[in-house]
């Protein structure tokens, strides 16, 4: 991007940041884990494209017509926007929107075309934005930086990440933490990290790093199982089993989360997407109602099922996690779903 262009935009973000608009900032720095998604994903996502939108298209034929999906009916061949229905907002008071990060605006650190345009052009049409991500690992302030790399517009505190919402959901709580150091920093801002006699045992999520078989070792999994014996509530950053990487499929948290489920007999409570929790604090970071807000990602249970269950409105991109098969029987449905967040501005332009 040309410098004068990324004046002009960085312009434009200092103004919005200063108007009414501008959203309740997490104090302190936050960390979180980026996810990376090989190149077969993406390869089968282009793949797949055509046959989604026509099982889409199908799902979609059963609804009432109306004039916005006359609209958008039209606008199909044009845009690529296959899924006709998004309820109209509420007019006075533009959308909250919770953009999801991996994904939707980049897929194995390769920007999604069309996505800074897209994040641009949301705010020139008044919307309120909040970057949500349930990694973990990773500074808040060097995700921020790589987005700004890719061209995406934002400030660092537009960021909700998992951990600061656990600190926020766990404030001046004792705290047994299997977490990444990078994460103790910022959860040692509003809990007290303790080794034992905690009344929360908290499990972060794995990266590539050797630091995982460290934090998951036998050793720090035992003093976790001790003290859910002696009564701590055991709670986690996400309860993912897996996630995918350039080396294939790698084992992630969840699987621990599991295990001491099962040996200490307690279920754990979810703090990243799906759970309301993590919405709610999105939401207060962004001053929004759910009624107002609209969830856009490429996980339909995470992000359109979270958001759905939450009371938001959900759009689906075809992008990063996407299979068209994840929408032959879903439920919650995804209000829309579009080839990408390049197609939302003008999706919200129709339902506004
Ligand atoms: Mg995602």
Redesign the pocket.
């Known amino acids: 991007m040309a410098s004068a262009s990324l004046s002009r935009a960085s312009s434009r973000l200092r103004h919005w940041l200063r108007s009414s608009c501008a959203t309740a900032r997490i104090t302190g720095p936050t960390f979180v884990r980026r996810r990376r998604f090989s190149a077969v994903d993406n390869d089968s996502d282009a793949s797949t494209s055509k046959l989604a939108s026509t099982r889409v298209s199908v799902f979609c034929a059963c609804w009432p017509p109306g004039p916005l999906e006359r609209d958008v009916r039209r606008r199909i061949s044009l845009s690529g926007i296959a899924s006709p229905r998004l309820t109209r907002i509420d007019s006075g008071r533009m959308a909250a929107i919770l953009l999801?990060?991996?994904?939707?605006l980049h897929v194995s650190g390769e920007p999604v075309p069309g996505g800074a345009e897209a994040v641009r052009a949301l705010r020139d049409d008044g919307h309120r934005l909040r970057f949500v991500t349930n990694n973990t690992t990773r500074a808040r302030e060097r995700l921020a930086d790589d987005l700004r790399a890719l061209g995406i517009e934002l400030d660092t505190g537009e960021l909700t990440t998992t951990p600061a919402a656990a600190a926020a959901l766990l404030a001046g709580a004792r705290v047994l933490a299997l977490t990444m150091d990078a994460v103790r920093g910022d959860l040692a801002e509003q809990v007290e990290l303790v080794d034992r006699d905690a009344e929360v045992v908290l499990l972060g999520g794995a990266d590539e790093t050797e630091e995982t078989g460290r934090v998951f070792g036998y050793e720090n999994l035992n003093r976790a199982f001790a003290e859910l014996e002696a009564g701590a509530r055991l709670v986690c950053l996400h309860k993912n089993r897996w996630w995918q990487t350039s080396r294939g499929p790698l084992l992630d948290a969840g699987a621990f989360v599991a295990g001491l489920e099962y040996a200490a007999g307690v279920g754990a409570e979810v703090v990243g997407k799906p759970t309301r929790a993590y919405f709610d604090v999105a939401l207060a970071d962004l001053g929004a109602s759910a009624e107002e807000a609209v969830m856009v990602?490429?996980?339909i249970e995470a992000?359109v099922g979270g958001a759905k269950a939450a009371g938001l409105r959900a759009v689906l991109v075809r992008t990063?996690?996407f299979r068209e098969d994840s929408l032959v029987g879903a439920e919650p449905r995804p209000d829309a779903v579009v080839d990408s967040i390049a197609d939302v501005p003008a999706l919200l332009r129709e339902a506004g």
Do not use: R
């Not at 999801?100 to 939707?104: A, C, L, M, N």
């Open positions: 999801d990060i991996d994904g939707v990602g490429d996980d992000d990063g996690k």
